[in-house]
């Protein structure tokens, strides 16, 4: 599974990506996570607010911090 975490750079996309990584360890996923903060390729997904969850190229979540359970419906869904 690829993940992506669209952002600034912000806290709230650290944490968001430190919560994503812990939920997809702990559930025994092979993933690859990456963080982008280059705006062209945030554009690129038509995302327009941060932070954003891209799981295997689809944009799941955007412009909100989901809590620990919806990220780990959210991974379990794209797995």
Do not use: R, W
Not at 41 to 47: P, S, T
């Amino acid at each position: 599974m690829n993940i992506e975490i669209l952002g600034s750079g912000c806290k709230k996309c650290t944490n968001l990506a430190e919560e994503v990584s812990q939920v997809a360890q702990q559930m025994d996923s092979e993933f690859n996570l990456d963080k982008v903060t280059d705006m062209a390729k945030i554009l690129e997904y038509g995302v327009m607010s941060t932070p954003a969850i891209v799981i295997n190229g689809a944009v799941i979540t955007a412009g909100s911090v989901p809590s620990t359970k919806e990220i780990e419906s959210l991974l379990q869904a794209h797995c």
